[in-house]
């Protein structure tokens, strides 16, 4: 089914959000043919861990989209402060409606409604208020996840989850934290995977199907 999707746009709260829920797909999409768009809504300049350059995270997803094969021209970045995104819901649905206007998606990927992470959770609803005639499917950062529920499955290759692990690993900065480990990555594709009898899958909370 995702090949009948050409025209994607993921919606990252923070660089590497988009990585972390969907990196396993956004490859499959694009080696399926379909043109896929990032956008970035903050670098989280005030949470860079001391001794890298404020703005490392800004290079840091252009490494890891490319890694991807996400184009240059499709990766957009903003700056919204981190941790303050619901104090901007109104500019944020502003670039949103900007960006379905110029580019006519036909699937949008976001966090959940049930992220409880205040920049997560406004992405998410900001992003279903935008896009209220096309496909959304929610991605799971079980981390943040109070529930999820696992509607639509994506069966993964070893490639997918390599190009996701390879992206993953342009983020230096965010090294230390559990949930970027190759381990953890590799393990959680594997438990969607068991789960619908396949080696590896990611899977997604079905907000909105058009077809």
């Keep these: 089914m995702l090949n009948l999707f050409k025209k994607v746009l993921v919606l990252a709260p923070h660089t590497d959000d ?3 829920g969907a990196g396993g797909t956004i490859a499959k999409l694009i080696e399926s043919g379909a043109e896929v768009y990032y956008a970035a809504f903050s ?3 005030e949470s860079v ?3 890298f ?5 800004k290079t840091e997803v252009k490494a890891a989209t490319e890694k991807l094969g996400i184009k240059k021209e499709n990766l957009f970045i903003f700056n919204f402060r981190v941790r303050k995104l619901n104090y ?3 500019e944020i649905l502003e670039e949103l409606v900007q960006l379905k206007n110029k580019y006519k998606f036909d699937l949008v990927l976001l966090p959940s409604v049930e992220d409880i992470h205040q920049d997560h959770s406004t ?3 900001e992003g279903i208020r935008a896009f209220k005639n096309t496909s959304i499917f929610a991605y799971e950062l ?5 529930s999820f529920k696992t509607q639509f499955f994506s069966i993964l290759s070893e490639a997918h989850v390599n190009s996701k692990i390879n992206a993953l690993a342009e983020y230096k900065s965010q090294g230390k934290r559990d949930y970027m480990s190759d381990e953890f990555i590799r393990s959680l594709a594997r438990v969607r995977g068991v789960q619908i009898g396949t080696k590896y899958a990611e899977c997604f909370e079905v907000i ?3 077809l």
């Design 18 to 20: 988009g990585e972390l």
């Design 43 to 45: 670098t989280a300049e």
């Design 49 to 51: 861990p001391e001794g």
């Design 53 to 57: 350059p404020k703005d490392i995270l």
């Design 88 to 90: 901007s819901r109104q």
């Design 123 to 125: 992405i998410a609803n």
């Design 142 to 146: 079980i981390w943040n996840n109070l």
């Design 208 to 210: 909105r199907l058009i």
